[in-house]
């Protein structure tokens, strides 16, 4: 049976729900960054958890990934949908654009990556980091609904909390990366480990540092923009969501093969 889990910013879950509880998980990681707020989208049982808790207090290097990718897999989540603000690094990929990337680069530096820190190493495979499943149904949805999307692109995670200089951002261009933001990773890779699905919707906010002539990004424009992407995001999680199944995908097969 499908159960979806949804990463999010605050107050995105509003008015997604047809009926909302909040409920605490107990992990062996600490605490959730929110509690996790319980109810049904389309009649599917959902769960949503705030990246940077309430109010955004967390900042990206913070947030506790492990016990918010822990919670949703003691829940019975099958299905991980991660709503980010990106920076686009390409001029046709604009402001208000939704992206479903189907690549990412590592640029973090102080992340713990996996739940096997013991004994047991796990080399578990991203070299197909997102469910090509999932994207697959969100770009036929958002081609549906006829909002303006982009079915595959380069991610490029960084430490943050930080935006790019000019230059940093001009470079990554060159290296073949579409779009930016700071909390993908290890979040897609812990979710593989615990054989979810996961999939990013990214709502551009901004076009990073790289145009010369374009002021640089800054949090207030972040804000404001991702509130007129909330909209779009929600139309296309409730269109799409009955027709999430429980493929037999590479995404849930992965860690059979992580361990010598």
Not at 19 to 45: A, D, F, H, N, W
Not at 109 to 135: M, N, W
Not at 141 to 163: M, N, W
Not at 169 to 183: A, V
Request: glycine fraction near 6%; aromatic fraction near 8%; proline fraction near 3%.
């Amino acid at each position: 049976m499908v159960k979806l889990g949804i990463i999010c910013g605050t107050g995105f879950s509003e008015g997604l729900f047809e009926e909302r509880e909040e409920i605490q998980v107990k992990t062996p990681y600490g605490k959730t960054t929110s509690p996790l707020i319980k109810g049904k989208i389309e009649g599917v049982e959902s769960y949503v958890i705030m990246r940077h808790g309430k109010g955004h207090i967390y900042n990206p290097t913070n947030v506790n990934y492990k016990a918010n990718i822990d919670a949703l897999k003691k829940v019975g989540c099958t299905h991980i949908l991660a709503i980010t603000a990106v920076g686009s690094l390409r001029r046709y990929i604009k402001i208000g654009d939704i992206v479903f990337p189907n690549q990412l680069i590592d640029r973090t530096t102080k992340r713990d990556q996996t739940f096997y820190t013991g004994k047991k190493v796990c080399h578990i495979s991203v070299a197909e980091p997102f469910c090509s499943k999932l994207r697959k149904l969100l770009s036929d949805v958002a081609e549906k609904l006829r909002i303006r999307y982009h079915k595959k692109a380069t991610l490029l995670v960084i430490e943050g909390p930080r935006f790019n200089t000019r230059a940093e951002s001009i470079l990554y261009r060159k290296q073949g990366c579409d779009i930016i933001n700071m909390t993908t990773v290890p979040e897609a890779v812990l979710a593989r480990e615990a054989a979810m699905c996961y999939q990013p919707i990214a709502a551009v906010t901004d076009y990073d540092s790289f145009l010369r002539r374009k002021k640089p990004v800054s949090t207030e424009d972040v804000l404001k923009r991702m509130k007129k992407n909330v909209e779009k995001v929600q139309k296309i999680i409730k269109n799409a969501v009955k027709k999430i199944e429980d493929w037999d995908c590479y995404c849930k097969k992965a860690i059979e093969e992580a361990f010598i």
